[in-house]
C-alpha cells in the first residue's frame, strides 16, 4: 500500500512538501509518479522518477516548480512543490509501476495512494 501525506492549505506562492511511503512493497523495486486530479476534472500526471532517481520527468506545467525525489532507505518519495498556484489546488495522488521507467500514463501503474488534498488559496 501506498500512503500520501503533506497536503494542506497554502496561499499562492508558497511551498508544500508531499511524502508517499510504501508498506508491503519496497520502493527501490518500482518506478514512482504523482499525479493530481481537479474538481470536474481528469486526473493528471504530474511528475515520475525511475526506480533509482536517476531519471525524472514532469508535466509542462509544474517543471521548474516542482522536483520529485526519492529515499530509497526511507521507502519514501517526495514532491517539493513551491511558487504554487491556484490552479495546482488537486488531491495529488501517487502511484508505483515495474518498469514503467518515468511514463505518464495512469494506466501504466499498478498501485496507487489515497490521495492527498492540496489547496492553493489567499
Known amino acids: 500500500q501506498l500512503q500520501a501525506s503533506g497536503g494542506g492549505l497554502v496561499q499562492p506562492g508558497g511551498s508544500l512538501r508531499l511524502s508517499c511511503t510504501a508498506s508491503?512493497?519496497?520502493?527501490?523495486?518500482?518506478?514512482m509518479g504523482w499525479f493530481r486530479q481537479a474538481p470536474g476534472k481528469e486526473r493528471e500526471f504530474v511528475a515520475a522518477?525511475?526506480?533509482?532517481?536517476?531519471?525524472?520527468n514532469y508535466a509542462d506545467s509544474v517543471k521548474g516548480r516542482f522536483t520529485i525525489s526519492r529515499n530509497n532507505a526511507k521507502n519514501t518519495v517526495y514532491l517539493q512543490m513551491n511558487s504554487l498556484k491556484p490552479e495546482d489546488t488537486a488531491v495529488y495522488y501517487c502511484?508505483?509501476?515495474?518498469?514503467?521507467?518515468?511514463?505518464?500514463?495512469?494506466?501504466?501503474?499498478?498501485?496507487w495512494g489515497q490521495g492527498t488534498l492540496d489547496t492553493v488559496s489567499s
Open positions: 502511484a508505483a509501476g515495474r518498469l514503467i521507467f518515468t511514463t505518464t500514463q495512469p494506466t501504466r501503474y499498478d498501485g
Open positions: 522518477i525511475n526506480w533509482s532517481g536517476g531519471t525524472t
Open positions: 508491503g512493497r519496497t520502493v527501490s523495486d518500482y518506478d
